[in-house]
């Protein structure tokens, strides 16, 4: 039994100066697995190369909804995002899911935090090629689902999608538990989870099987402002005992477990 941090982004450049480091403290803390999500064409291929290097570092390679649309971002943008061909890097992260090089698709979704609803219709569709490739190849996709939360449901029902986490999830926390009980849908409660009251409350009311634990490091630190890692799942696993007057093992446990068959691990590493 391990803890498990199933949504980080250890490529960001704040990672740069010490990332081995950071990978060492998360295996002495007990993380049995670090899901390293991708954003585009360099984080995905930085991200192949970690999971060689390192082996509690799973791979998910991804396009994050902001990238999707990099081609109809006005150049004033609030965030420098690079050109690249969305087409060519979804064939690419189809060809990693074929030969069986990742773990899940992810980071990918919908957002409606940062951009307006002129570019909603093509980060769906590009949302729904990734579903595809998931899909599949009978693995998870990672969802990111600022503002869109209930959209985003949609249109993984549409796709009969049984394998998906919502990572951040900052909708209502009734539509958490009913996409999770109707769906079986997993939830990964943030490192900051101390800090937010809906965070607490999705660990109270989710069903215990869909619950993950996740850092989105280097965001979302237990304290605002330091920089996240993964090593601070604990946070969540802790919150979630004592929220439900349990072990912490037995939290623990539950979510390794929830994340060991999410993720079709061999029962032999679990
Ligand atoms: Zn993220």
Known sequence: MHYVDVHTHLTHERFKADLDLVIQRAVDAGLG????????????????????????????????PIEAINDILPEDFAHPIAKFSVDDEIEFIRE?????NIMAVGECGLDG???????FARQEQVFEQLIEIAKNN???IIVHSRKLEKRTGEILAHHKVE????HCFCGRTKLAKQLA?????????????????????????????SI???????????????RNEPANVVTTVAAFADIRSIEIDEAKNI????????????????
């Open 33 to 64: 697995a670090v899901v390293v999500n991708g954003l585009e064409p360099n984080s995905n291929r930085e991200i192949l190369q970690l999971a060689q290097d390192h082996p509690v570092i799973k791979p998910a390679l991804g396009i994050y």
């Open 163 to 166: 394998k998906a986490d919502f």
């Open 138 to 140: 009978d693995i998870p």
């Open 255 to 270: 979510i390794w477990q929830n994340y060991c068959r999410l993720f079709a691990i061999a029962s032999t590493e679990c």
């Open 181 to 209: 009980e109707t769906h079986g849908w997993h939830f990964s409660i943030p490192a900051n989870v101390l800090k937010n009251e809906a965070f607490q409350k999705m660990l109270k009311i989710l069903p215990t099987e």
């Open 113 to 119: 935090y940062w951009v307006g609803s002129e570019t």
């Open 96 to 100: 990693q899911a074929e030969k069986k």
């Open 212 to 226: 993950l634990t996740e850092t989105d490091a280097p965001y979302l630190a237990p304290i605002r402002g330091e």
